[in-house]
């Protein structure tokens, strides 16, 4: 895969370049991640790649010059209408507070791409023509609003480089996270989907992941849940859906009207209801 980052501050770029998977996948050849200064495809002696918007208003808006200057330069990006066809391999990106906001469908979408560009914005915003006639796509990392685009390209990075095979040392982990949809029936068919992994782990199926706990199995009088140690994988994996549920329940209630849940989902989702209202009696 090759991803382009568009950004009048490529040095923002060095620390998430160089740490983690996406360090390993770079070195591995499984991504080429090039960063160009928009600053480069300026004319002026100021270098300006911003400039007041027509209609006045506060702030500045990035320029389209520079940027679709810059795209053009890559020489391989194809035509914006190829590439909203169905089947293609590439997409220009323009990171905006009002884009599809990014979830791991969307992540594991772009992780099936050739190519990605990702186009950062900046003040106020970007000339519109640059949305309406350069990017295919707007995103966003969530509802808020950022100073500019070079956080959330670093999200996608991050996000879409840990999804290409071989980037992660066992590729089952990335089925098995929080978000991840899978449509699963039962803990059995979850089983089937995690592949090689331990016979106690279930995929997460759209929910929170489940607490995890490492050694010491006593810490300052915190242990870890006796169920986890007593090697009844059935017991574990039980256990895990449940308080998969739970967290979901209590943090992102949102996430259990988006999936579908098994008979077994709901019968353990009715459990924790049931012991919250006993609680609160």
């Given amino acids: 895969m090759k991803i382009d980052i568009l950004t009048i501050f490529p040095d923002f770029f060095r620390g998430p370049l160089d740490y983690g998977i996406v360090r390993r996948a770079r070195e591995a050849g499984l991504v080429e991640i090039n960063i160009h200064d928009l600053r480069a495809f300026t004319k002026d002696k100021h270098r300006s790649v911003d400039d007041r918007p027509f209609g006045g208003g506060e702030g500045m808006v990035l320029k389209p010059e520079p940027i679709f200057e810059c795209l053009e330069s890559f020489g391989d990006v194809a035509s914006r209408e190829l590439r909203l066809s169905a089947g293609a391999k590439q997409s220009v990106i323009l990171l905006s507070a009002q884009g599809r906001r990014l979830d791991q469908s969307l992540a594991v979408a772009l992780s099936g791409l050739d190519q990605i560009v990702l186009i950062c914005g900046r003040y106020e915003g970007v000339d519109e023509r640059i949305s309406k006639h350069l990017a295919d796509r707007e995103v966003s990392i969530g509802d808020y609003v950022l100073s500019g685009g070079e956080l959330g390209a670093a999200v996608i990075l991050d996000t879409v480089a840990r999804l290409i095979p071989g980037a992660v040392g066992n590729q089952a982990s ?6 991840t949809e899978t449509r699963t029936e039962s803990l059995a068919a979850n089983m089937e989907l995690a592949g090689d992994g331990p016979s106690s782990t279930c995929v997460s199926g759209g929910l929170l992941d489940y607490p995890h706990y490492t050694r010491p199995a006593d810490f ?12 009844n994988h059935d017991q574990i994996r039980s256990w895990r859906r449940k308080t998969a ?4 329940l209590r943090n992102r209630p949102d996430l259990l009207e988006r999936i579908a849940l098994s008979a077994e989902d709901k019968e353990l989702l009715a459990q924790i209801k049931r012991a919250q209202i006993d609680g609160k009696n």
Avoid at 174 to 179: A, D, I, Y
Avoid at 220 to 231: A, C, T
């Fill in 245 to 248: 549920l739970e967290k979901t």
């Fill in 174 to 179: 990335t089925r098995q996270e929080s978000f």
């Fill in 220 to 231: 300052r009088g915190m242990r870890v849940p006796e169920v986890l140690m007593n090697g």
